[in-house]
């Protein structure tokens, strides 16, 4: 796990300064200023090696090895994997938000 400092920072869409308007801006927020606190994230991607060993289960990643990162999962079985890994080490893991 790495430290990741809080701060703040302007996030979302702002015309003139985020080029065109077209799909990729459409639905994103107006600019607004985003405060994070300070939080701790995993420094490497979580791989198909780590994935079998809380899930039981392969990740069905297309890139097969197991210090290859898990490729393939839903943000729902992202979920679960979390919610098992606190089960087993007995810590309050989460997943990112957008911001973070």
Do not use: C
């Not at 430290?3 to 927020?29: I, L, P, T």
């Not at 197991?66 to 999962?73: G, Q, Y």
């Amino acid at each position: 796990m790495i430290y990741v400092e809080g701060g703040s920072f302007d996030m979302g869409y702002q015309r003139g300064r985020d080029g065109a308007d077209n799909d990729d801006v459409k639905n994103a927020k107006p600019l607004h200023k985003v405060t994070l606190h300070s939080f701790y994230i995993g420094k490497f991607q979580v791989t198909q090696e780590q994935y079998y060993a809380v899930m039981d289960k392969d990740s069905n990643s297309h890139f097969k090895g197991d210090r290859l990162p898990v490729e393939t999962i839903s943000w729902e079985e992202a979920k679960v994997f979390i919610e098992r890994i606190n089960q087993k080490t007995g810590k309050k893991f989460r997943l990112p938000t957008e911001a973070e």
